[in-house]
């Protein structure tokens, strides 16, 4: 064999150059995909994969949710209580309403609804003089109760108090769904506003007389006339006089201690 068998020669053949570029790109390349590789855990065992984690994450949150609610979900009478009431907070105003003086407390609930009649007698109470009367100084709003009460429930064909017949000649009944406070209220205010002042208070226990006297008139749900005031009504109603500087409940008008 000759020395310069090329295959002995142990020089690299410079004619089959190694190209660097490629060599040093295949060992970065290779690295990188190594290092990419899952750590190996010392058990042999590959470490979950995060989409797994996130996946029995979600499940034990339904499942919780469920299973929380005995099997029921959204099961909203847990959360919200059955005939649940908001209490209302300390000192929030439910309590007593401070007492007025008896004649203030029936006038302002009187003032109310006096709203019934204001569209006819004026919010100052003095008619028009041609179709509605004045009820200041009224001798049938004056004076005996009883015969104001009738007109209020009833209404009044006239002539009035006065002689004279006004309008239509007629005042319709006001007493439907009218209860014994608000007649008290209403009596009291007219007979203590628009310049009148008896001075004294239709309590509910004589409004109350007022609703039975009405109630057992011969022809009831007919308008009272002067006639059968005269022959009829010419009375005060029955019951203990209320002072009027009693402190009074102003929602339900009744004497607080
Ligand atoms: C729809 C209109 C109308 C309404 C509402 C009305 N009235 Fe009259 N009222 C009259 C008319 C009209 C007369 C006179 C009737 C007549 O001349 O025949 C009258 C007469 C009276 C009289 C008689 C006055 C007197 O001096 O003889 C009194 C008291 C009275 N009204 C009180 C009231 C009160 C209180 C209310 C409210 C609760 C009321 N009226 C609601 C129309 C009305």
Redesign the pocket.
């Known amino acids: 064999m000759s020395s310069n068998n090329p295959q002995s020669n142990p020089k690299p053949d410079l004619d089959e150059s190694i190209n660097v570029t490629q060599a040093h790109g295949r060992v970065v390349r290779e690295s990188a995909a190594s290092a990419r590789e899952k750590r190996i855990a010392d058990n042999g065992h590959e470490p979950a994969s995060l989409g797994i984690i996130v996946a029995c994450g979600i499940v034990l949150l339904i499942a919780g949710g469920v299973l929380d609610n005995a099997g029921v979900p959204f099961k909203y009478g847990d959360t919200f209580r059955e005939g649940y009431v908001r209490e209302k907070a300390p000192g929030g105003g439910d309590e007593e309403p401070l007492p007025k003086p008896a004649l203030a407390a029936f006038s302002a609930r009187g003032a109310k ?2 709203s ?2 204001n ?3 004026g919010a100052d109470g003095k008619g028009d003089g041609a ?3 004045s ?1 200041a100084g ?4 004056l004076g005996d109760t009883e015969k ?1 009460a009738m ?2 429930l009833n209404g ?7 002689g ?9 009944a ?1 007493g439907t769904g009218m209860s014994a406070d608000d007649l008290a209220g ?1 009596m009291t205010y ?1 007979r203590n506003s628009f310049g009148n002042s008896s001075g004294d208070v239709v309590t509910v226990e004589m409004a109350q007389k007022a609703l039975e006297i009405s109630a057992a008139r011969e022809n009831p749900n007919t308008p009272v006339t002067a006639d059968e005031i005269a022959a009829k009504h010419m009375a005060m109603l029955p019951g203990e006089p209320l002072d009027p500087t009693t402190p009074v409940n102003p929602v339900n008008l009744q004497p607080v201690e």
């Open positions: 609804i006096y019934k009649c569209g006819c007698h179709n509605y009367p009820l009224s001798e049938y709003v104001f007109i209020i009044i064909q006239g002539p009035i108090s006065t004279k017949t006004y309008g239509a000649g007629i005042m319709p006001q209403v007219v």
